[in-house]
């Protein structure tokens, strides 16, 4: 089965930092643009990060440059966000999404800029 | 900052048909994705390249495109369609990933 799962969440103060996990099984993760996406309560979805199959090319939006870095291990299967100098607008739930790879009908494939499958989340609050 | 536009919300009666708009200008350079977003739950990718639809998702849901605007079609609504529904896609340069902020369907 085709499986992500986020782990790392919690409670954090102001300031401080948080490395999040997401492990991928049923898959070839090595071969897979990856992406973290959050969403804060009540409101909607923000893509924060991507990540290229080999590590080298990331891409984050504005909000989080400098602070937040994305990393992955594809011996172990693994996504990684790095977040420091955290704020209360980075409270959200955290998931991991895997990049679409669409084949045509010749058999070659392109990375679509798009998520087919999701994590269930890990919440993080960032409070005092 | 690039940003896609959706109605905040749109509520159909059970049988109809749901459309559901999203607006960007960046639209006719970079396909749109939809995605549908129930309770407590990951959001479920439902039209991918404009429309094209997953396997596993049902027929009625639909994709289409014209120019700086790009439409999900839920035809046949179902009291199970009820969910929050996301567009999505990238800015000019394909490198920036955007969110619409999203549309909460009400089935009557």
């Known amino acids: 089965e085709v499986q992500l799962v986020e782990s790392g969440g919690g409670l954090v103060q102001p300031g401080g930092s948080l490395r999040l996990s997401c492990a991928a099984s049923g898959f070839t993760f090595s071969s897979y643009w990856m992406s973290w996406v959050r969403q804060a309560p009540g409101k909607g979805l923000e893509w924060v990060a991507n990540i290229k199959q080999d590590g080298s090319e990331k891409y984050y939006v504005d909000s989080v440059k400098g602070r937040f870095t994305i990393s992955r291990d594809n011996a172990k299967n693994s996504l990684y966000l790095q977040m420091n100098s955290l704020r209360a607008e980075d409270t959200a739930v955290y998931y991991c999404?895997?990049?679409?790879?669409?084949?045509?009908?010749?058999?070659?494939?392109?990375?679509?800029?798009?998520?087919?499958?999701w994590g269930q989340g890990t919440m993080v609050t960032v409070s005092s | 900052s690039y940003e896609l536009t959706q109605p905040p919300s749109v509520s159909v009666s059970p049988g109809q048909t749901a459309r559901i708009t999203c607006s960007g200008d960046a639209l006719p350079k970079q396909y749109a994705y939809w995605y549908q977003q129930k309770p407590g739950q990951a959001p479920v990718l439902v039209i991918y390249?404009?429309?094209e639809r997953p396997s596993g998702i049902p027929e009625r849901f639909s994709g289409s495109s014209s120019g700086t605007t790009v439409t999900l079609t839920i035809s046949g609504v179902q009291a199970e369609d009820e969910a929050d529904y996301y567009c999505?896609?990238?800015?000019?340069?394909?490198?920036?990933?955007?969110f619409g902020g999203g549309t909460k369907l009400t089935v009557l």
């Open positions: 999505q896609s990238a800015d000019s340069s394909g490198t920036y990933k955007v």
């Open positions: 999404a895997r990049g679409l790879r669409y084949y045509d009908s010749s058999g070659y494939y392109y990375d679509l800029g798009a998520f087919d499958i």
């Open positions: 390249k404009d429309s």
